[in-house]
């Protein structure tokens, strides 16, 4: 069997990036109205990731660039088909599938952090969006609500297509994003 060579993906910064924001979606999505505190800095933890991330995304590593991963809806659908037939391409850095499972979360993630500001603010009168004012107090709950949830479904969906592809192209995945190196 030969040895293929270790080649470095997943820089430190990202990879610390994608384990705080787990936790801090975690976090958040755990305690809800329960432990408000905690849940507002979780949320503030991670508007904070958002932020480093689209910035990472255009001065970060090779592979953590947009530039090098995203691509069209039709790219992504074509990869998808490709995994079906278990026969997708191997890539280093993220896959067509992978880049709009990105692009999905951040969004999702972006659209849970807006409306939890607004929730915030209009419930206790507080954050950034302090003078929002409690009249539409209940249509952010449900959109904060809604959107927590959407991105819980696409994180249980990440970790499914993460799986399926250490399963088809024989990598540990997640180990990779620990260590950061996959092979060449």
């Known amino acids: 069997m030969e040895m293929k060579a270790l080649v470095k993906v997943w820089d430190l910064p990202l990879r610390i990036f994608h384990w705080l924001l787990v936790a801090?979606?975690?976090?958040?999505y755990l305690t809800e109205e329960d432990?408000?505190?905690?849940?507002?800095?979780?949320?503030?933890?991670?508007?904070?990731?958002?932020?480093f991330r689209v910035v990472w995304g255009f001065i970060g590593n090779?592979?953590?660039r947009f530039s090098n991963f995203l691509c069209s809806p039709?790219?992504?659908?074509?990869y998808l088909k490709d995994m079906l037939g278990s026969k997708p391409r191997r890539y280093l850095g993220h896959n067509p599938a992978g880049a709009a499972m990105i692009v999905l979360l951040?969004?999702?993630?972006?659209?849970?952090?807006?409306?939890?500001?607004?929730?915030?603010?209009?419930?206790?009168?507080?954050?950034?969006?302090?003078?929002?004012?409690?009249?539409?107090?209940?249509?952010?709950?449900?959109l904060h609500e809604f959107f927590a949830n959407f991105t819980l479904l696409l994180v249980f969906l990440h970790i499914a297509g993460?799986?399926?592809?250490s399963y088809?192209?024989?990598?540990?995945?997640?180990?990779?994003?620990?260590?950061?190196?996959?092979?060449?």
């Open 35 to 51: 432990l408000l505190t905690v849940h507002v800095w979780a949320g503030y933890l991670v508007s904070g990731l958002l932020v």
């Open 106 to 142: 951040l969004l999702s993630l972006l659209m849970t952090v807006g409306t939890g500001l607004a929730v915030y603010g209009a419930d206790q009168a507080a954050g950034p969006l302090a003078a929002i004012g409690s009249a539409n107090e209940k249509m952010w709950e449900e």
């Open 162 to 165: 993460v799986a399926i592809e």
């Open 24 to 28: 801090g979606f975690f976090i958040a």
């Open 168 to 184: 088809i192209h024989r990598e540990n995945l997640l180990r990779a994003m620990l260590h950061g190196f996959k092979r060449n």
């Open 62 to 64: 090779d592979y953590a």
């Open 74 to 78: 039709v790219q992504s659908i074509a």
